[in-house]
């Protein structure tokens, strides 16, 4: 995830880094300590932990102005006031840390955030390099390898570091099936099914299907297929 953090305090902002730092190692952090920076960096985030009270362009001001450019990023205000609540419905914001920051209120705010973007259709994916935050609409098929899975989407293949289990739990069945002890599959994205294989959009080769697996296969797409066709 790309994570902002600005605040006028030198110590606020590095301790609050630090502890992002700890509970997401692989988030990419950017340092503000004005408003007007985070404005000039130009940039949309997943996430900006924004303090309120700042000299020239305070918290509030910065938000209002970031949403009249049309961004959505999640903002966290950073505060040590309450009285400003009803204000931040007005921007958006998706919560306030009191300050001094505690770290099970920073670990469940960034788990609330991550489970709010899956239920719009987007879901943090840790690669061998980096954090992609990947459409769930574009995956196509998820292939499971040693301790790892390829994440075979409509643009790309990503490598990744979770198992074909926990992709299974979090992507849930309404929209993709275990066709396979190694494949899941978008129902939304099949063409065709064979006896032993089936074809998919935006794959050049066929996935191959469980004997144990056909019968209920076809059930569940047929039953997508009748759910989804004024969408499909």
Not at 97 to 110: G, T
Request: hydrophobic share 40%; net charge negative; with cysteine.
């Amino acid at each position: 995830m790309n994570i902002a953090v600005c605040d006028d305090d030198e110590l606020t902002l590095k301790e609050v880094s630090r502890t992002i730092n700890e509970l997401c190692p692989d988030a990419e952090i950017e340092e503000f300590n004005s408003g007007n920076k985070l404005i000039k960096r130009n940039k949309c985030f997943d996430i900006i932990f924004l303090d309120v009270d700042m000299p020239e362009l305070n918290g509030m001001d910065t938000a209002h102005y970031l949403r009249s450019k049309g961004r959505t990023d999640y903002i966290i205000f950073l505060t040590s006031y309450v009285e400003f609540m009803q204000k931040a419905f007005e921007v958006r914001a998706f919560r306030y840390l009191s300050k001094p920051v505690d770290i099970n209120e920073m670990k469940k705010a960034l788990n609330d955030v991550q489970k709010e973007m899956f239920q719009n259709g987007t879901i943090m994916v840790k690669t061998h390099n980096n954090v992609v935050m990947l459409n769930i609409a574009d995956i196509v098929c998820i292939e499971a390898f040693g301790d790892g899975t390829y994440i075979y989407t409509k643009n790309d293949v990503l490598i990744c570091k979770k198992t074909l289990r926990q992709w299974i739990t979090e992507l849930g069945t309404d929209n993709f099936f275990q066709v396979h002890k190694s494949f899941v599959v978008s129902l939304k994205y099949i063409v065709k099914i064979e006896k032993d294989e089936l074809e998919a959009s935006y794959l050049s080769s066929p996935v191959p299907v469980s004997r144990r697996n056909r019968n209920a296969l076809r059930t569940a797409f047929f039953e997508y297929v009748k759910n989804n066709a004024n969408i499909m």
